[in-house]
């Protein structure tokens, strides 16, 4: 509840020193009151500590004052017996009346407005209320003197029927208040016994005073008696009997507009202009009827008789309209006035408002519940900012829910309430005579507290590919900062379930260090985004996780998970012959590399989507060295693409593809012939090739002789002398050449005789032949041995003696 302010306690005081001042008692200064206005908590302290004997004197009723303001009570109802000071034994100095007032001898008992029932059952409560608080029990102050005139008003006095009457959370008090009316006696029994009394019995009053704020201070009005044949106007209540029974015979000339202000709780306070007429006494009834407007005094619900033109009407609602007329009865003297026939003077109808109104918030929504009269036809519920509700208060532009008839309470779950203080004023509305006539509103300031709410949708975007960057984008919740942490593992598992304390955050995993100092920049259509968010160097893993804080409190939103795409390097395809091998640098985090053929110049992007694929593991790959193909690539030349493959989270996550070009490999095979004499001995050897594709201008070919070991390059050993075996007599060259080459065995070369001789001399060792590349060659062949017994040169003797010996 809201507590007085500094101002409003000053204002408190400043009227209660004038008062008491105007009564003839001395009062503390006004510093004092300035000073005991802004002590706010340490009131009590301060009045303890002040030595002024003013202070001294007044200490009940400054406590009081200090008491009621603890209790959120900002305009305290000061009783009677606090309004003089605690040591005055002396009655004060009254204020000089500025004239006396004759009276008239005392009129008969049924002139005397009898004493008032309801009056006597609220002083007794308001007795009862003080004493319980100076007893200690503060919390009955919240029983405000409203509720307590609307118990004195009505007729209840038991427990049950006392309850609904004040708040359910004080429902423990309405026993001790049926204990208090218990104790009055009745209506009837305290009217008939001021009716029985002697005449002699009743004592006339004291002279007539002014009306001063002296006055009003000083206890209940006295109301003074008047006689029947009395000329003088009364300006108090008048007893209610004796009025001439309505006849229909006077007809009402313009009947004015009845002013009413206040609530049910407050009660209406009703007001109208004097009845313009000659005759000196003007009564006044004002009668009521629910639901229906009377159609004449005798048969409607009296409210009050009185000569006065304002009046209190405590009474609870017992319909959803009230209509109110006053009556006018006129002439020289009250017996006169009450003679004569009433015209109807004013009347005006009230909607009642909203019973039982409770609003309160339960988490994000703000929700109210009611009771209404069956006549109601709707409640209109207007959401007025604190800020604005001195000049909007049920502004049409603070209207909520509009669309429903709201008969029961309401639910205002708008998410742009939190965070913020708002007068949710409720107005009942019913017909009357035709048209739609409002209620005054029932008034509740509502405080809507902010509400945590975690982010569930953190995006992760990355790009750069040797220096990775992430932009992470999410919504912004209604309220609270939003802080983003980058940690290497996962927070702890449950910990985004509930909030909890800003401090434990670092018990779940999310260290102060975590958190990213990124600028957050934030878009009209309610997203936010932290942009270029590098990857740590050397990690595997990261985890983005968003925490919203609010007052000290964290609640932890979805982790998003991510991982460095593992990337392929140092690719290669090595060449053995009959078989390809790829080898690569194994890729940091990968489970798995995938290995995708496609033409020469194919995207990878379109090349990848084959179903036609290799893939390795990394196990795999250590134990084997690469990845060999399981049959020959395109001797046409392909290119072969590589993406490594990592799971997180049981997601797939797909490098970036690494691309290598295989080039148009030329295999060729080539045959040796050894030619012998007569006597066994190799005089020469002849060599023929084939390619198995078609091959324009291949490049030469040399026959290279080790005598020892088989050749290993064609510096390795002798290159001999060879000349075309077709044409006798050809040039004899070092080097084979041919103008093309395919799949048919091309034509021979052979060694000269007389140049094997000279070369070889005794046949030992073996022959091999090579490409004769040129060092800037861009030809990629493949020459295949034949068997090895048909390069190795031994003689047909030695031969048969190796097989003999064997």
């Known amino acids: 509840m809201p507590q007085a302010t500094p101002h409003q306690r000053l204002e408190v005081l400043t009227r209660w020193r004038t008062e008491a001042a105007a009564a003839g008692h001395p009062v503390p200064s006004d510093d004092f009151a300035r ?22 004197a007044w200490a009940p009723t400054l406590n009081f004052f200090v008491k009621q303001w603890k209790m959120s009570v900002i305009l305290p109802d000061l009783p009677n017996h606090l309004k003089a000071p605690a040591d005055s034994a002396a009655a004060p ?36 209320r003080t004493a319980a608080i100076e007893s200690g029990a503060e919390s009955v102050g919240n029983i405000r003197e409203s509720t307590l005139r609307r118990i004195s008003g009505s007729e209840v006095v038991t427990e049950p029927e006392v309850a609904p009457f004040i708040p359910a959370s004080l429902s423990g008090f309405a026993g001790d208040i049926a204990g208090v009316l218990g104790g009055i006696a009745s209506k009837s029994t305290s009217v008939a016994a001021v009716a029985a009394a002697p005449r002699a019995a009743i004592a006339p009053p004291p002279p007539a005073l002014p009306s001063t704020d002296a006055q009003a201070a000083a206890g209940p009005e006295m109301e003074p008696t008047f006689s029947a044949s009395s000329t003088t106007a009364p300006v108090h209540d008048v007893a209610p009997e004796g009025y001439e029974g309505f006849d229909f015979s006077r007809a009402s000339e313009e009947v004015l507009a009845l002013r009413g202000s206040g609530t049910e709780q407050t009660g209406l306070l009703l007001a109208w202009d004097a009845l313009s007429t000659a005759d000196p006494v003007v009564l006044y009834r004002v009668v009521s009827g629910d639901q229906y407007a009377p159609f004449n005094p005798d048969t409607a619900d009296l409210v009050i008789s009185t000569a006065k033109t304002s009046v209190k009407d405590s009474r609870p609602f017992g319909s959803a309209v009230r209509h109110l007329q006053v009556w006018a009865n006129s002439g020289t003297s009250v017996e006169e006035s009450k003679a004569s026939q009433p015209v109807l003077h004013a009347h005006a109808s009230f909607v009642a408002p909203p019973r039982r109104v409770e609003i309160r918030v339960d988490e994000k929504k703000v929700i109210g519940q009611w009771e209404t009269w069956p006549e109601t036809t709707r409640v209109l519920i207007f959401r007025v900012p604190r800020e604005r509700a001195a000049q909007e208060s049920m502004a049409p532009q603070h209207q909520i829910l509009s669309g429903s008839d709201n008969l029961g309470g309401f639910v205002d779950s708008d998410p742009d309430i939190r965070g913020k203080c708002f007068l949710y004023q409720t107005v009942a509305e019913a017909p009357v005579d035709g048209t739609r006539q409002r209620s005054v509103p029932v008034v509740q300031i509502v405080d809507v507290p902010d509400v945590l709410e975690p982010v569930l949708d953190l995006v992760i975007k990355r790009h750069g590919d040797e220096e990775p960057q992430f932009d992470l ?14 940690t290497e593992q996962s927070p702890q598992a449950g910990v985004d379930r509930r909030a909890l304390s800003e401090s434990a955050l670092e018990q779940a995993g999310l260290v102060t260090q975590a958190r990213l100092a990124h600028p957050i920049s934030r878009s009209i259509d309610g997203t936010a985004e932290m942009l270029d968010v590098p990857w740590p160097r050397e990690w595997k893993f990261a985890y983005f996780t968003p925490v919203t804080l609010l007052n000290g409190q964290a609640f932890v939103g979805t982790s998003v998970a991510a991982v460095d795409p593992p990337r392929i390097k140092i690719a290669k395809i090595v060449e053995r012959v009959n078989k390809q091998i790829l080898t690569f640098e194994w890729p940091q985090g990968a489970a798995s590399v995938f290995v995708y053929e496609g033409v020469t110049d194919q995207a990878a992007e379109v090349a990848t989507q084959s179903n036609q694929a290799h893939e390795i593991t990394q196990e795999q790959y250590v134990q084997q060295g690469g990845l060999t193909f399981p049959r020959p690539l395109s001797p046409k030349g392909c290119d072969i693409h590589l993406v490594a493959v990592a799971f997180l989270a049981g997601q797939r996550v797909v490098g970036p593809p690494a691309t290598v070009r295989y080039d148009r490999l030329f295999r060729l095979r080539y045959d040796v012939r050894q030619l012998r004499g007569l006597t066994g001995t190799i005089t020469a050897v002849s060599v023929t090739l084939r390619s198995e594709e078609e091959m324009s201008g291949p490049p030469g070919f040399v026959l290279v002789h080790n005598p020892d070991r088989m050749p290993l390059s064609k510096a390795d050993g002798r290159v001999l002398t060879v000349a075309p075996e077709a044409v006798e007599g050809s040039p004899r060259a070092k080097r084979m050449g041919f103008s093309q080459l395919g799949n048919v065995v091309s034509k021979a070369w052979r060694t000269p005789a007389d140049t094997w001789k000279l070369e070889v001399g005794k046949p030992r060792g073996y022959v091999r032949v090579f490409a004769d590349l040129p060092p800037d060659g861009n030809v990629l062949l493949a020459l295949v041995d034949p068997a090895p017994s048909t390069l190795r040169l031994e003689s047909l003797m030695g031969r048969i003696g190796g097989l003999i010996g064997g």
């Open 473 to 486: 984008t999410w919504t912004t919740p209604k309220s609270g900062q939003v802080a983003i942490y980058r």
């Open 35 to 56: 000073e005991l206005s802004e002590a706010g908590s340490h009131a009590k302290s301060f009045l303890e500590s002040t030595n002024d004997s003013a202070v001294a």
């Open 93 to 128: 100095t009254p204020v000089k009346p500025a004239a006396v007032v004759a009276t008239s001898p005392p009129p008969n008992a049924g002139d005397i407005a009898a004493p008032s029932l309801a009056d006597a059952r609220f002083e007794a409560l308001k007795a009862w």
